[in-house]
Every structure is written in structure tokens, then in C-alpha cells.
């Protein structure tokens, strides 16, 4: 991954009697991201994460530098955890999966895809504020929320369509376009329509948007059956 400037990296200890314990940190990183999540970077204010974590302001600044260096982590953090999880659904539904079997499969991988805008609430929170701000907030910020979640998502669904066309299952001489495809049909509706879950559908209108976008998908990149000559005609 991109290493970010190191204007943006967290302290990683200092002396001995200033480290906080993991379960204080983690407190401080889940207690700052609800708050970034809620009010956004600019508004957000260090007294109302020490609030929400349970510790002293003192506390966060004997950890983080400032709040742009401790909002930096939070984006590491989350969008990485938030990262993992795609990639082991996108693995765990694709991995080995036969050309008969990858229609059922996309469709799984699509239900499990936006549950995840579900039980990761307050990651994607965050994400509405870091889009909304986008402008106003540093350049290296937002590479930092692409390269430590989105990208390594991204890159693993190509990898896993470059499987399936080289095996024979998908027609995809292009992975990656193949992937922005996948991703707009079977995703880009509800993202947009809950904008990133803040506003939820009925699971029926849901499963119906993916099951219609993979169907579509699949429509576009099935592989093409190898015809038999027609005998006895001539051109």
C-alpha cells in the first residue's frame, strides 16, 4: 500500500509511560470515527471524541498529534477493515466456482456485498462525510481512504474475473472493465438510492436490483458457446 505523508501517520509509541493500551486506542480510533461520521471532518471537535471514547482530551493528544493526524488513522483503519471484508466475500464466493454455478454466485456476492453497507454503519457514515468534503479535504486524505480500502476491493474482484475469463466462465478480455461493469449493475443503484445506506430499501427491491444487474452482467460477458461447423455450406 502507498505509504502516506508522514504529516499524516499516527505516533507509534514514545516513551514508555505515554502509551496508551490497545483497548484505550481503540477506544480513541472507534470513538473518533462516530464522531467524523456524524459531524464530518471540519466540525468535528477533539472534546466531543474524547466524549464518545470515554477518555480525556489529554489522553488523545498524548497519542495523536492533531485531529487531521488522528482522522487519518480512522480512514487507514476503517476503510482497511471495511477492505478485508469485501475481499474475503469476493474470494469466498469466487474461488473456484464452476461456469454453471456463477450466476448464483455473483447473485451471493451481491447480497453479502450490500450487507456490508449494513453492518459497518459507521465506516460508511464516514465515506458520506469524506465524498461531501472531498473538495475542501486534503489530496493525500482521500488516496489514503482509496488505497487502504476501495483499491484493494477493487483489485481483488479483478483478479478473481481474470480467473474465471482464463478458466473459460466469463468473457472478459478486460478484468477491470468487466469489474466497473459488475460494480455499476449490480451496485451503483442501491449505493446511490441509500446513499451508502443511510436510507435503507426493502430486501425484495434489493434483491431484485441484483439479481437484474447480474443477469445483465452476464448477458454481456457470458462466455460465447463454440459453434459447430454447418456441413455442406459454402461461402
Not at 483497548?23 to 473518533?32: F, L, P
Not at 493528544?61 to 480512522?74: G, I, M, P, S, W
Request: aromatic letters at 6%; one cysteine or more.
Amino acid at each position: 500500500m502507498t505509504r502516506r505523508p508522514d504529516t499524516l501517520h499516527a505516533q507509534d509509541g514514545g516513551a514508555p509511560g505515554r502509551r496508551l493500551s490497545a483497548a484505550k486506542r481503540e477506544a480513541i480510533v472507534r470513538g473518533a470515527r462516530t464522531v467524523f461520521g456524524r459531524e464530518g471532518f471540519p466540525r468535528a471537535g477533539i472534546d466531543a471524541i474524547a466524549v464518545e471514547a470515554g477518555v480525556s482530551t489529554r489522553t488523545i493528544y498524548n497519542h495523536f498529534r492533531d485531529k487531521e493526524q488522528l482522522f487519518a488513522t480512522v480512514i487507514e483503519e476503517s476503510s482497511a477493515h471495511v477492505g478485508d471484508a469485501l475481499t474475503a466475500l469476493i474470494d469466498r464466493h469466487l474461488e473456484e466456482v464452476p461456469a454453471s454455478g456463477l450466476e448464483s454466485a455473483l447473485i451471493a456476492l451481491g447480497h453479502d456485498w450490500v450487507a456490508v453497507m449494513t453492518e459497518c454503519a459507521e465506516h460508511f457514515a464516514l465515506v458520506r462525510q469524506i465524498t461531501a468534503e472531498a473538495a475542501h479535504l486534503p489530496a493525500a486524505l482521500i488516496d489514503l481512504w482509496q488505497e487502504s480500502g476501495p483499491r484493494p476491493a477493487r483489485a481483488a474482484l479483478v483478479h478473481r474475473f481474470r480467473l474465471l475469463a482464463a478458466a473459460g466462465a466469463l468473457d472478459a478480455p478486460d478484468p477491470a472493465r468487466a469489474a466497473t461493469h459488475f460494480h455499476l449493475l449490480a451496485f451503483a443503484e442501491i449505493t446511490d438510492r441509500t446513499r451508502l445506506g443511510a436510507t435503507p430499501l426493502p430486501p425484495a427491491e434489493i434483491s431484485a436490483i441484483i439479481t437484474a444487474g447480474v443477469h445483465t452482467f452476464l448477458h454481456g460477458h457470458a462466455p460465447t458457446p463454440t459453434r459447430p461447423p454447418v456441413l455442406g455450406t459454402t461461402r
